[in-house]
């Protein structure tokens, strides 16, 4: 069974376009996350959503939007992507106060 | 802004060597500190630290806390080839329950 589920696991697209990653999470978490790992391997933290509760990290363009339909699901939106999109996102999740969190295996973006 | 540094950023031993990367962090209201190892894909949990000078062990992997001098261990014993990966180290603080990350080490062992 996997834990952390996105799809898709490749998505290459024109600049411009608006483009979804899904992610869905089976361990009945209560917390979800989005990450972005650059070239350099740098995984940056882009969202966090606990409850109903968004915290957005500053730096992340408001091109960039996360839409949790349930606790188990927190799919990113991305308006006009830009080359600068290009990366592997990670869509994350874990439980109170453990702070572990499980990752999905990656969804690498590719704009040209 | 917290901040999290690794050392060194690559590494490459032979087999059956020992190494020791290490994880700084400057944060607010540290909570915890998280090793991870990526291969190919998604990172994979390795150990929580939460106090100081406590060893957590897991087969051929340690890993230690120094809260005073804001630092943590990461020891590879016997070396394998299956090792080779990058090793990140997260730091969990404030109430914001989010993790910072290091840029890593990435380990490569020969055979």
């Known amino acids: 069974d996997t834990a952390v589920s996105q799809t898709p696991k490749y998505l290459v697209t024109q600049m411009g376009n608006d483009k979804s990653i899904k992610c869905e999470q089976n361990?009945?978490?209560?917390?979800m996350y989005w990450y972005k790992q650059d070239s350099k391997k740098f995984l940056k933290i882009m969202f966090s959503y606990n409850n109903k509760e968004l915290i957005i990290n500053e730096t992340v363009p408001n091109r960039f939007s996360p839409k949790s339909p349930d606790k188990a699901h927190l799919n990113l939106h991305i308006n006009s992507l830009e080359l600068g999109d290009s990366a592997v996102y990670f869509c994350a999740s874990s439980q109170g106060a453990t702070g572990v969190a499980f990752f999905g295996q990656g969804t690498r973006l590719t704009v040209v | 802004e917290d901040k999290v540094v690794q050392s060194p950023l690559s590494l490459v031993v032979h087999e059956g060597d020992t190494v020791t990367l290490n994880c700084s962090y400057e944060v607010t209201n540290f909570r915890s500190l998280l090793w991870y190892k990526q291969e190919k894909k998604a990172p994979t949990f390795l150990f929580m630290l939460t106090s100081s000078g406590i060893e957590k062990k897991s087969g051929r992997l340690s890993s230690i806390l120094d809260k005073k001098e804001l630092f943590s261990i990461l020891n590879i014993t016997a070396t394998q080839t299956g090792d080779s990966a990058v090793y990140l180290c997260?730091?969990?603080?404030?109430?914001?329950?989010?993790?910072?990350f290091g840029s890593g080490t990435q380990l490569t062992v020969l055979p």
């Open positions: 997260a730091v969990e603080a404030g109430s914001a329950r989010q993790l910072t």
């Open positions: 361990l009945g978490h209560d917390t």
